[in-house]
C-alpha cells in the first residue's frame, strides 16, 4: 500500500468502522496464506452438501440463457492464491447452470477512497460490486452509480434469494423510495477481538484482562523480553486505528462507523449505540469528545513507550498474520476472520487468550443488512444474467462452499461428523484460498459449518456472541449526504491531517491537537453536517416508531 495519508485515513475509518467493524469488512488481508475464519459465528449451521457435488444447482426459470456472457464483479481486498482455480470451478457451474462465466476484480482497502467512485464513475465494463452502509452505498446510489433493483426482478432473477431474504431488508436498502442493494440474506454475528499469548501474560502477572487499557503490564513484558516482538504491531490497513476504537469503546457504546456517511473516509458526527432517544454528537461533544482524548492520551503513552511501531503506514502485514510467528504481540480481528490465527498459533503449541471488545455494558453492535451487500452497476450489460449469478453464489449452497471456502480436497474436506477440516497435508498457512479471504462476505452464512480446527477459547467464545450482539438504536439507518456533500468532502480533509496521527498516539501534545482538529471541523460545516443528520434521524425513529 502507497504511503498516502488519503488512503491510509479510508483504511481508518474502514475499520473503526467495522471497530465494529474494524468491513470492513470483513475482511480481509494482504498476507492471503493465513488470514480468515473457518465459520460465522453461527453455532448450529444448516447442512449443505459439499461445492463438488455433481447434484444439479439451478432451476429452469425460463430466462434466455442463449447467449453466452462474461460477467464482470469488483469485490474489496485481495486475491488469496487460490483464487484462479476457485474462479475455474465456478465457471464451470455457471457455464452449466445459466451459460456465463465470471471474472472477479479486486479494489484493495487502501484504494477503495480513490478508486470505487472511479470504476463506476469510468463506463468501464462493471456488472456487480460489493456495497455497504459503510462503503460508499448511498452517495453512489445518489449519483446513479447502481441500477434500481424491482421486487419483479428480484422474483424472476433471484428466486432462491427471494424465498430466504427478510423483507424488511429490502425496505432498509431503499434510498429515496427505490432499492439499489442486493442485501445479505444473514447479517454478520461476530465481535471484535485482541488475541493474546498465554506465555507472555504469565510472565507479565494479568489474569483475564477484559479491556484493552488493562494491557500496558503485557506490552512492557513484551518489550522487555522478546526483542523480535513489536506489542502493537499495527498494519495500514485494518490495525491503524482498532487499538484507539478499543480504547473509545470502554467509555461508551461506540461502534466506530461515523454515522454521518457512507463514505469510508468520513469522520464527524456519532451515536451511543446504546441510546435508545439517538441523539446526535458531534466529535466535539460528550461523551465522545472526553473518550477520544482518553484514548488518545494513552495511545500517545504507548506510541512514547515504543509499543508502536514507528512506521505503520508502511506495513502492508495485519498483526493476526504474524502474530504466531511472533513477530506481534496482539493479534486484532473479529470473531469471524480471527480463527485461522487461532489454528495456526495451535500448531505451533502457542496457547492463545481470546478478550472480545466490548461495550461498557458488555455488549457489541449488530449488523444489518447492508453491512454486506452486491449492487448492480447501471451500465451493466447483462444485469439480468449477474442477478442469476448472484441468486447461485449468494444461496446455492455448493456454490457458497466454492466461493467462501474454496477446491474440496484442496482447500476444505468435509469429515464424517459434517465439520469443517483441511486436507491432509495442507495448514491454515498454506492453505492458498482461506475462508472469508476472497471477499464474499454477502453469502448465506446459514450454509456454513463448524471446523474441526475451533480452539476452546474460541467455542466457549462463539457460544457467548448472541449473548453479547445487540442491536443498535440506528440500525438500518442511511443518511443522504446529497444536502451536506460539500461539508463532507471538507470534513474527510480534516480528518485525515488532524485525527489520524491522534489514533496512533504519534502527536506532541493531545490537548493542542484537539483544539486544533475542533477548530478545523468547525470551520469545515460539522454544524451543518449534525443539523441535516439530526433531521433524517429524527424521521427514521419516528418511521421506526
Not at 423510495?177 to 447479517?187: E, F
Not at 500448531?347 to 454486506?372: C, F, Q, R
Request: glycine share 6%; proline share 6%.
Amino acid at each position: 500500500m502507497k504511503r498516502n495519508t488519503k488512503s491510509l485515513f479510508t483504511m481508518l475509518a474502514l475499520i473503526a468502522m467495522i471497530a465494529l467493524l474494524i468491513t470492513a469488512c470483513s475482511n480481509n488481508n494482504n498476507n492471503n496464506s493465513n488470514t480468515a475464519a473457518s465459520s460465522n459465528a453461527s453455532t448450529e449451521p444448516s447442512a449443505s452438501p459439499s461445492a463438488d457435488s455433481t447434484e444439479p444447482t439451478a432451476t429452469d426459470t425460463g430466462n434466455d440463457h442463449s447467449e453466452e456472457i462474461k460477467l464482470v464483479g469488483y469485490l474489496l481486498g485481495e486475491a488469496p492464491k487460490g483464487m484462479p482455480d476457485v474462479m475455474t470451478a465456478l465457471n464451470e457451474k455457471l457455464k452449466k447452470d445459466i451459460n456465463a462465466t465470471l471474472e472477479i476484480n479486486y479494489i484493495g482497502w487502501g484504494d477503495i477512497a480513490s478508486k470505487y467512485p472511479l470504476i463506476l464513475a469510468s463506463g468501464e465494463d462493471v456488472d456487480f460490486v460489493f456495497t455497504a452502509d459503510w462503503n460508499f452505498y448511498v452517495p453512489e446510489a445518489n449519483k446513479g452509480s447502481f441500477k434500481e433493483l424491482t421486487q419483479d426482478m428480484f422474483q424472476k432473477y433471484m428466486p432462491k434469494y427471494t424465498a430466504k431474504q427478510d423483507p424488511a431488508a429490502y425496505k432498509a436498502a431503499q434510498v429515496n423510495g427505490k432499492q439499489y442493494m442486493i442485501p445479505t440474506t444473514t447479517p454478520d454475528r461476530k465481535v471484535n477481538v485482541i488475541v493474546l499469548r498465554k506465555d507472555v501474560m504469565e510472565k507479565a502477572g494479568l489474569t483475564n484482562p477484559t479491556k484493552i487499557s488493562e494491557l500496558e503490564p503485557y506490552f512492557a513484558e513484551v518489550k522487555k523480553d522478546y526483542p523480535n516482538m513489536i506489542p502493537l504491531n499495527l498494519d495500514s490497513q485494518y490495525d491503524l486505528p482498532t487499538p484507539f476504537g478499543a480504547l473509545v469503546s470502554e467509555k461508551f457504546a461506540y461502534a466506530g462507523a461515523p454515522i454521518d456517511s457512507g463514505d469510508p473516509s468520513g469522520i464527524g458526527n456519532y451515536t451511543d449505540q446504546e441510546d435508545p432517544s439517538g441523539k446526535i454528537l458531534s466529535i466535539t461533544d460528550e461523551p465522545v469528545q472526553g473518550a477520544f482524548k482518553y484514548a488518545a492520551g494513552i495511545m500517545k503513552q504507548w506510541y512514547d513507550a515504543g509499543y508502536v511501531n514507528k512506521n505503520p503506514y508502511s506495513n502492508k502485514i495485519r498483526s493476526k498474520d504474524n502474530f504466531c510467528d511472533g513477530k506481534s504481540g496482539v493479534a486484532f480481528g473479529n470473531s469471524i476472520d480471527i480463527q485461522a490465527t487461532l489454528s495456526s498459533c495451535q500448531d505451533k503449541n502457542i496457547e492463545t487468550y481470546i478478550m472480545p471488545v466490548l461495550s461498557p455494558t458488555g455488549h457489541a453492535p449488530s449488523n444489518s443488512w447492508l453491512n454486506n451487500g452486491i449492487a448492480i452497476a447501471a451500465n451493466s450489460k447483462h444485469p439480468e444474467r449477474a442477478m442469476e449469478a448472484l441468486d447461485l453464489i449468494m444461496e446455492d449452497p455448493t456454490y457458497v462452499f466454492n466461493a467462501y471456502y474454496g477446491i474440496e480436497g484442496k482447500n476444505y474436506v468435509i469429515t464424517a461428523d459434517d465439520k469443517l477440516a483441511l486436507p491432509d497435508g495442507v495448514t491454515a498457512e498454506t492453505n492458498t484460498y482461506p475462508p472469508d479471504a476472497a471477499g464474499f462476505w454477502f453469502v448465506d452464512k446459514d450454509n456454513f459449518k463448524p471446523s474441526v480446527s475451533w480452539t476452546d477459547s474460541y467455542i466457549e467464545l462463539n457460544n457467548k456472541i448472541k449473548d453479547f450482539l445487540q442491536p443498535v438504536t440506528y440500525l438500518g439507518f442511511t443518511f443522504n449526504t446529497d444536502n451536506v456533500k460539500t461539508e463532507i468532502a471538507n470534513l474527510k480533509n480534516v480528518s485525515t491531517q488532524y485525527f489520524m496521527p491522534l489514533a496512533i498516539g504519534a502527536v506532541k501534545d493531545v490537548d493542542k491537537q484537539f483544539d486544533s482538529l475542533n477548530s478545523k471541523m468547525n470551520a469545515a460545516g460539522i454544524a451543518k453536517v449534525k443539523s441535516e443528520l439530526e433531521t433524517q434521524a429524527t424521521a427514521f425513529l419516528a418511521a421506526k416508531g
